[in-house]
């Protein structure tokens, strides 16, 4: 004979096998990194969060479950509880598969099988923690397809799991979820099909001994359960966030270190450092062709820095600086990279060697600081000089090409020529 279900409760059942195993993953993919006490703490905490859920999930379904003939359900208490082993059992080391850094295919087939069978044992251990006479029959073909179930589904969540940890980080929480969906249908699919499989004698009684009543069993169990899943989770969260925060610090530093090392504190460009990784580059990447693009270094120096910061101090000086970059930045619109590679010198990376681009920016720049210009409510002259080199005319190497546009080929205050690019 079979029953009914209130399928509320069937839902709900499956609520709590998915928050459980959400969790359970959630605390194995945080010992990636870890070791020692750590590691084994964060590992136990998911296998009990995990057992106790797949548990749990099973008294709410049977909650869910209405005997036929309105017979009365009841448990075995020690029984009962001893069901709950081979559940936290089966997530320890599904949980301890999903971290180990390599594993192969016999693994994961082996630990499927084993968390399976978890599952399988923990229902029909609390099945059989009913104790009624005459006992349950079981369609035998149902039995074996919940076990099949159970492995099958188990398998294909330790696979997601493993999976999270080669994902992008905005994908991770993604996959969690889906692991959680899958793992929350292997133990509610096994558990349904093995309810199926299940079948009830006419006049079937419950021992007299059996203490817990199925009536009401399921939704303290609930309670209890969805508590220390709501305490793993907040746990969860706030380890996440200290996780967050850890890694914000780390990439502030990181950041800094950066800014400090490849970029000027004034003006913001990239400093020499990273001036010459970047010539050296261009001289080694080239897509699509085994040789590197032609390209072209310009160079401007304020011919009277010194003077200035002598006169009027260096905050004057630095305000200059200042107002020449961004003439600059604003005259040399094809500029690949600006870069501060002195006191008072400037490098501009030009994708290209064209000779009348080079005398469009020359031009554009006398005119700018034809006149004096206002710096700090003061009326200066900027005097500025200017060279050039081009690869691979002026050579074939970093130092060379830069050494090379260090030449002077310009003073502000000559009369302008057209430069000759030959000559380079």
């Given at each position: 004979m079979e029953g009914s279900y209130n399928w509320l409760l069937v839902f709900a059942s499956y609520c709590v096998a998915v928050i459980a195993s959400y969790t359970a993953i959630y605390f194995g993919t945080r010992v990636f990194n870890l070791d020692g006490n750590s590691r084994r703490f964060w590992l136990?905490?998911?296998?009990?969060?995990?057992?106790?859920?797949?548990?749990?999930?099973?008294?709410?379904?049977?909650?869910?479950?209405?005997?036929?003939?309105?017979?009365?359900?009841?448990?075995?208490a020690t029984l009962t509880l001893l069901s709950w082993v081979p559940a936290v059992f089966a997530s320890a080391l599904a949980l301890y598969v999903i971290t180990l850094a390599k594993v192969s295919v016999k693994t994961i087939a082996a630990s499927a099988f084993i968390m399976g069978a978890g599952i399988f044992a923990m229902h029909y251990g609390g099945m059989y923690a009913m104790q009624m006479h005459p006992g349950i029959e079981y369609d035998t073909l149902l039995v074996i397809?919940?076990?099949?179930?159970?492995?099958?589904?188990?398998?294909?969540?330790?696979?997601?799991?493993?999976?999270?940890?080669?994902?992008?980080?905005?994908?991770?929480?993604?996959?969690?979820?889906?692991?959680?969906?899958?793992?929350?249908?292997?133990?509610?699919?096994?558990?349904?099909?093995?309810?199926?499989?299940?079948?009830?004698?006419?006049?079937a009684q419950s021992h007299p001994e059996n203490l817990?009543?199925?009536?009401?069993?399921?939704?303290?169990?609930?309670?209890?359960?969805?508590?220390?899943?709501?305490?793993?989770?907040?746990s969860a969260y706030t380890d996440f966030r200290a996780m967050e925060r850890a890694r914000q610090e780390e990439k502030n530093r990181n950041a800094a270190a950066r800014q400090t090392a490849f970029y000027d504190?004034?003006?913001?460009?990239?400093?020499?450092?990273?001036?010459?990784?970047?010539?050296?580059?261009?001289l080694t990447v080239s897509e699509g062709s085994n040789v590197p693009a032609a390209f072209t270094l310009a160079y401007f120096e304020l011919s009277d820095y010194r003077d200035l910061t002598q006169r009027h101090g260096e905050a004057f000086t630095q305000a200059l600086i200042k107002y020449f970059v961004a003439e600059l930045d604003g005259n040399v619109p094809t500029a690949e990279l600006i870069a501060r590679c002195g006191g008072n010198s400037f490098m501009v990376v030009i994708p290209s060697t064209n000779p009348a681009m080079l005398n469009g920016i020359l031009q554009k720049m006398a005119s700018a600081f034809k006149n004096s210009v206002?710096?700090?409510?003061?009326?200066?002259?900027?005097?500025?000089?200017?060279?050039?080199?081009?690869?691979?005319?002026?050579?074939?190497?970093?130092?060379?090409?830069?050494?090379?546009?260090?030449?002077?080929?310009?003073?502000?205050g000559e009369e302008q020529q057209q430069l000759d690019l030959e000559a380079v």
């Open positions: 136990a905490a998911g296998a009990l969060s995990l057992g106790s859920g797949i548990w749990s999930m099973h008294f709410v379904g049977m909650s869910a479950y209405t005997m036929p003939m309105h017979m009365h359900m009841s448990f075995n397809l919940s076990g099949v179930i159970a492995i099958v589904a188990s398998g294909a969540a330790l696979v997601i799991c493993r999976k999270v940890r080669d994902v992008p980080p905005q994908y991770a929480l993604a996959f969690k979820v889906l692991a959680a969906l899958v793992m929350g249908a292997a133990i509610c699919g096994m558990h349904y099909t093995g309810m199926a499989a299940a079948s009830y004698p006419m006049g817990l009543r199925g009536d009401w069993m399921g939704i303290p169990t609930a309670i209890a359960a969805s508590i220390l899943l709501l305490l793993a989770l907040y504190s004034l003006t913001g460009l990239a400093n020499r450092s990273f001036l010459e990784a970047r010539v050296l580059e261009k206002a710096i700090s409510g003061k009326l200066t002259l900027c005097k500025w000089s200017f060279g050039f080199s081009e690869y691979p005319k002026s050579g074939t190497n970093s130092r060379n090409l830069i050494r090379a546009a260090q030449r002077i080929r310009y003073t502000s």
